[in-house]
């Protein structure tokens, strides 16, 4: 960011013109700035949007063998070589 080859107090012309350049140029920078983060969050915003959308879809997968009492279907059960069953050697 540029800052004063003048001095910002001077009420000389040629300073009154560098001091409204300087701050014309960072008003710019300020500008651009805050629409890339604005883009950024919106983009942050629909990521985040998908993530919950995905989590509730999961936590319903995950709920419904418990609400009906309904037994698991054969897709959602454990395969037997995952162990946790009486294997003994």
Do not use: N
Not at 62 to 82: K, Q
């Amino acid at each position: 960011m540029p800052s004063f080859t003048v001095d910002p107090h001077s009420d000389e012309p040629a300073a009154l013109r560098a001091r409204i350049e300087d701050l014309e140029v960072r008003v710019a920078f300020q500008e651009r700035t805050i629409g890339d983060l604005d883009a950024l969050v919106a983009e942050l915003f629909s990521r985040i949007e998908v993530v919950e959308a995905r989590l509730g879809q999961a936590e319903a997968r995950l709920e419904a063998p418990l609400v009906g009492g309904a037994s698991p279907s054969p897709d959602d059960e454990r395969p037997p070589h995952y162990g946790g069953g009486d294997f003994i050697p």
